[in-house]
């Protein structure tokens, strides 16, 4: 574009009633007023972007409240496996951030963003009011799951429709001169965004969890707030309907978009070999602009030249993403390592740290815009570009940080045996004082009562390290080797036994020996998932008279504890069982295993994830538990006491107990094949507090750059490509973990941390080297600047808190990038 001073410069233009030679002098656009200050600022505010940020704020409290509760009512209504789950909940996930490309198309080409905005969240509303009536259905009828899913797919529609045209939409209510007007409004677009999700994701477990019409859990309730919640929010965006600046569409942006790219592809491979400065100006070989006074295919041609500027900008924004999505799946499996306690009674558990995030955006954003910004802006130009790249290297410290936490946690986990490996442990369940020997024929380790084998990486001499031996190439394949256990003083006998143990590739076996003779099982090895501070309980009696039934552990510190009736069914925190033949053949039963020594065998129960707390074991003479009925109440479970209690508040372990003796008076033998976590989790306070300061420079700023950045006709299709960049990004998580290309978290972390560093810096280099700001008025598509102007006024910016770098006088574009 030419430039020349202010007070010369003339457009020709052609027009009716005019010779051709005739010209007309064009007036430049009128200089707009910066308004900087909070009184100005408050003063010409679009008083209706406040029920845009009203109906966000609506909008994520109903789709998180949904989504929050989603996967247990996968789980428990609809009976999905867990992989089934995992799918479905993913492929909603990826519909949510694909449909916006559908809505942009739809509101940039057919309707406009307003009534895009409302149709769809009608349609939403439907798909929230579908879910919530299905689940008043117990998982018996004939509605699941096509009304579930049904449900679903207009909700993953109408969240996809309203994503790319709420923010601008809300953007297009500000006019030219309120930049730092419209970089508030993002930030307060973005604050309710995380308000609403904080919020809902916080009580919408409290609902789930709330008996209602017969069933143990609420779900008509967690999906019906939403539900609601989602009406709310479109009545309220409705409010403002007669006060909107509502800007027509122009024509089918991502239609046009499409045809111009593909002919001008078909042009350079089929039509002429010529070069040209961009490969999208082969598109002109088959268009003659001299034919058309307007030329409205340049326009669309250099219109798409700076999109496709956007999207080599765009192509390093996923890295980002597959960092920060972290938070909620690996970041959540390393809050599982460690130790939740803040004390005994008082939890900090994984998810509640990753509600920090929320927390702190909140906190943030009026802190960056009110403090750091403007404290910074003293010392360099804040541009949109270096925002995000220092949110870039704020997020790679932020992996950094983790892969440093995981290393501590690290030295918590146990060794586990690798393929080909199997690890033997010996357990000396005698009730009396007896001890005995083991020897492989190389070592010999001594076990005294109630003493067990295990692998500690504290114990530096090794007394107690468990045998490490060869196992079969696969978990099927059996290795055996042959132990001898030496009796010693105080045991039935003093002889010598052999004992032969049939190893397996990466299990932990362990001998259990006592009087009732010998027997062998595998130790769960994995630490519960449940992310509420559990640690893990298995069982295997071996008592004079066996015993298989049901078993059930009770809360023994519960508010409403009644000794006359101390198992309660109906509080899952504060009752956890193991039941035979229940919810149509499942068996908490693992097996039953041979003792040698004596006729019948003893059984192994599967180990469950059990809370923190004080607890009892109950033999349980009936089964309250099972889909087919209404849970029962205190009063009709039927138990037995055995006398055991436990009191375990450390978090992580996976135990094993061994009952022997007396049935009615059991001694129990405790085995932990995996030690509880002892990194407190509060270590991870700093790498989110790092990857929180990440997102308000990164992801706040990348909102205000998708809208600024791109012409009137195509900010819909734009923030649609924002939004696509987020799905990149969970996709590189998901190839890498399917890949399994590591096997330590923290190599894995750092990794990430070095692939995040390598693109922000390629980012930055293009920033400097490639992008140019451009800022565009409303009537962009109006002639009266003649086609040589491509109808915009392009306003390169230093984007600063001033925003002086724009002489509206000399009217002139300044060449100003990173």
């Not at 309710?192 to 609902?207: E, Q, V, Y």
Request: glycine fraction near 6%; include cysteine.
């Amino acid at each position: 574009m030419a430039h020349s001073n202010a007070a010369d410069r003339t457009a020709s233009v052609s027009s009716k009633g005019k010779s051709q030679n005739e010209l007309e002098r064009v007036p430049l656009p009128e200089k707009k007023v910066m308004y900087t200050s909070w009184p100005d600022m408050i003063k010409h505010w679009p008083k209706t972007t406040l029920c845009i940020v009203s109906n966000e704020f609506c909008e994520r409290f109903s789709y998180y409240g949904m989504r929050t509760v989603l996967t247990f009512y996968l789980l428990n209504v609809l009976r999905f496996t867990d992989s089934q789950s995992t799918i479905f909940f993913n492929g909603f996930t990826v519909l949510c951030y694909t449909t916006p490309l559908l809505g942009s198309i739809i509101a940039d080409g057919y309707i406009g963003k307003f009534w895009t905005i409302f149709s769809v969240s009608i349609l939403y509303a439907i798909g929230q009011v579908v879910l919530a009536l299905a689940s008043t259905k117990n998982y018996q009828s004939s509605v699941h799951p096509w009304m579930d899913l049904s449900g679903l797919l207009i909700i993953a529609f109408g969240t996809g429709g309203i994503k790319p045209c709420v923010s601008a939409f809300g953007g297009d209510q500000f006019e030219l001169g309120q930049e730092r007007m419209l970089s508030l409004f993002f930030s307060m677009f973005y604050f309710s965004i995380n308000a609403g999700s904080m919020i809902s994701t916080f009580i919408s477990p409290i609902f789930r969890a709330q008996p209602c019409l017969g069933q143990d859990s609420c779900y008509p309730l967690a999906f019906g707030v939403p539900a609601v919640l989602m009406i709310i929010a479109t009545l309220v965006f409705m409010g403002g309907s007669f006060w909107y600046k509502k800007n027509p569409p122009k024509d089918n942006v991502f239609g046009e978009v499409t045809r111009l790219m593909f002919t001008a592809a078909g042009n350079k491979f089929f039509k002429e070999s010529t070069p040209k400065s961009h490969w999208l100006e082969h598109y002109l070989t088959t268009h003659d602009c001299s034919k058309d006074e307007k030329c409205i295919e340049l326009q669309q041609l250099k219109r798409n030249k700076k999109l496709c500027q956007k999207k080599k900008i765009h192509r390093r924004f996923p890295m980002f993403w597959a960092l920060y999505d972290q938070q909620g799946s690996i970041w959540l499996i390393q809050g599982i390592q460690m130790d939740c306690r803040l004390t005994d009674s008082v939890l900090v558990l994984p998810d509640q740290m990753q509600t920090l995030n929320a927390v702190l955006i909140l906190i943030f954003i009026p802190l960056f815009q009110v403090i750091i910004y403007p404290l910074a802006s003293k010392c360099i130009t804040l541009t949109p570009l270096r925002k995000m790249v220092a949110g870039g290297l704020l997020a790679s410290l932020s992996f950094l940080i983790t892969g440093f936490v995981q290393l501590q946690v690290n030295t918590t986990l146990p060794n586990l045996p690798v393929q080909g490996q199997s690890f033997v442990s010996f357990w000396n369940q005698f009730d009396t004082n007896c001890a005995f020997d083991v020897s492989d024929g190389t070592t010999t380790k001594t076990l005294g009562r109630n003493m067990t084998l295990h692998e500690d990486k504290n114990d530096k001499s090794g007394l107690y390290q468990q045998f490490t031996t060869k196992a079969g190439k696969s978990s099927t394949n059996d290795w055996t080797t042959t132990y001898t256990i030496t009796y010693k003083t105080g045991c039935p006998t003093t002889q010598s036994v052999k004992y032969t143990v049939n190893a397996k590739s990466k299990k932990i076996v362990y001998v259990a020996v006592g009087k009732f003779g010998i027997y062998q099982s595998i130790a769960a090895t994995d630490k519960p998932t449940d992310g509420t501070g559990e640690f893990s309980m298995g069982i295997v009696t071996a008592t004079d008279t066996p015993w298989s039934g049901n078993f059930a552990m009770c809360r023994l510190d519960a508010s409403d504890f009644d000794a006359n009736h101390p198992c309660n069914p109906r509080a899952p925190a504060d009752f956890y069982y193991w039941q035979t033949n229940y919810n149509d053949n499942t068996d908490d039963r693992d097996g039953n295993v041979t003792v040698t020594g004596r006729a019948f065998p003893a059984t192994v129960y599967t180990n469950k994830p059990v809370k923190p707390g004080k607890w009892g074991l109950y033999y349980m003479d009936n089964t309250p538990k099972d889909v087919h009925r209404q849970t029962y109440n205190k009063t009709a479970v039927i138990v037995r006491a055995t006398g055991i209690t436990t009191e375990i508040y450390a978090q992580g372990g996976v135990y094993v107990y061994g009952l022997t003796g007396d049935i009615n008076k059991p001694t129990a033998h405790v085995f932990q094949s995996v030690q509880s976590n002892s990194v407190s989790i509060l270590w991870q306070i700093p790498q989110i507090v790092v990857i929180t300061a990440a997102e308000i420079l990164f992801s706040i700023t990348g909102y205000e750059f998708a809208y600024s950045q791109s012409a009137p006709s195509m900010k819909a299709l734009v923030q649609a490509l924002w939004l696509l960049t987020t799905a990149f990004g969970d996709t590189i998580i998901v190839i890498i973990t399917i890949l399994n290309l590591f096997e330590n978290m923290a190599v894995e972390f750092f990794v990430y941390a070095g692939a995040m560093t390598v693109v922000i810096l390629i980012f930055a280099l293009l920033s400097i080297f490639y992008y140019e700001y451009n800022y565009y008025t409303t009537d962009e598509d109006d002639d009266e600047y003649g086609a040589d102007d491509l109808e915009e006024i392009e306003h390169s910016t230093r984007y600063s808190i001033d925003n002086k770098a724009f002489d509206a006088d000399e009217a002139e574009i300044i060449d100003v990038r990173l």
